[in-house]
């Protein structure tokens, strides 16, 4: 089953539609107006255009979606179509702080491409795209106003998302702090908390918000956010050992190591080879100081030590695990259903993609 088929594709075109309202390709008197009554009588109004172009460039040039297709699924599994239409005003609040958050990282690891692309701080420079990050963590707020929701159920939405964005913050921080580490390896439960953290939360915030659109029951709530938030760190994971095996789509090949981030692939293999730190290190630093032009050699040399040493093979099989887990947890929560079928599609063509 494709799940980019129907229904999901016109979910899809959907999501196009909602992401346009709240960043439109243009910015007009009416949308400023929208967002900050005061503005649209200001002489230049045309310099929001300015503000939103670097986050308009990188959000409209694509992305999988599949943050606000988990949260959109979720409404509909456990309130219909009802709680579907709801969600389906509120993607932005998934979407785009995402995108916030990839020219925010972008900036923090110094990195050149994006989507195959000029990073958009290369693009756009570092000012604008800092304030291009931040304007998505806050503009979606403002379909939540708006939601036909009862003021409890409003009150809960900001609730999640604020405590979600604090979440993903948090985890930024910890990988940061571990690329400065020049002599620290972080361990397994450390490292999964992180990509709990920083990865998973967008997925576990949407689905929470998708089932507090549905239902009041609060452990339902929970727990459907607990299972996107393990989906979360299962793809972060595959992620690292795509980034190892032969480069995630519009990156190079082991740029992870220039950015010096320790994924569970190191991690599993300077634990089993603590003798390898020594030389490991000294490959980060040097693609660190050098860039990935000019340390292609040496990186090239640690992956296939990496390889050999088995460990992007137990950090693949410890992604299919996860998986493996979460997809029994979807059965136990929620009823069969065709809806239900496309979650698990989904999730399984993601997996197969990583093949």
Not at 53 to 63: C, F, I, K, M
Not at 85 to 90: D, S, W
Not at 173 to 178: E, F, N, P, S, T
Not at 219 to 226: I, L, S
Request: charged share 25%; hydrophobic share 40%.
């Amino acid at each position: 089953m494709n799940p980019y088929n129907p229904p999901m594709k016109s979910w899809l075109d959907d999501i196009e539609v909602r992401l346009k309202q709240v960043l439109p390709l243009h910015v007009d008197k009416a949308w400023i107006s929208s967002i900050i009554p005061q503005a649209s009588e200001f002489p230049d109004y045309q310099v929001f255009n300015a503000i939103c172009e670097p986050a308009r460039d990188l959000v409209y040039q694509g992305g999988k979606r599949w943050r606000p297709l988990f949260m959109l699924l979720t409404a509909k599994m456990l309130g219909g179509s009802q709680a579907l239409e709801i969600a389906k005003q509120l993607v932005a609040l998934v979407e785009l702080p995402h995108n916030g958050s990839l020219i925010v990282d972008d900036i923090e690891d110094g990195s050149d491409l994006r989507r195959g692309k000029p990073a958009t701080h290369i693009t756009h420079g570092i000012d604008y795209s800092i304030n291009a990050g931040n304007l998505l963590y806050y503009l979606p707020t403002i379909t939540i106003d708006s939601a036909p929701v009862a003021d409890s159920v409003k009150l809960r939405i900001y609730q999640i998302y604020a405590n979600y964005m604090r979440k993903i913050h948090m985890g930024q921080g910890m990988d940061i702090a571990w690329h400065h580490d020049q002599e620290t390896i972080p361990d397994v439960a450390a490292y999964e908390t992180m990509c709990r953290l920083k990865t998973g939360c967008l997925a576990a915030m949407g689905c929470e918000i998708g089932a507090v659109i549905a239902t009041d029951d609060v452990a339902t709530v929970e727990r459907a956010g607990a299972i996107a938030e393990t989906i979360g760190l299962g793809f972060q994971i595959l992620d690292d050992v795509i980034n190892l095996e032969k480069g995630n789509p519009g990156k190079n090949r082991g740029d992870d190591i220039v950015e010096n981030k320790k994924s569970l692939p190191i991690i599993l293999y300077a634990t089993a080879h603590p003798e390898r730190k020594e030389h490991l290190f000294s490959v980060f630093l040097k693609a660190k100081q050098s860039g990935y032009n000019e340390s292609e050699r040496e990186i090239l040399e640690l992956i296939s030590y990496i390889e050999d040493s088995g460990a992007l093979h137990q950090a693949r099989l410890r992604a299919e695990n996860l998986f493996s887990r979460v997809l029994q947890e979807i059965e136990t929560l929620y009823k069969p259903s065709s809806d239900r079928e496309f979650f698990i599609e989904l999730i399984k063509g993601f997996i197969q993609a990583a093949q």
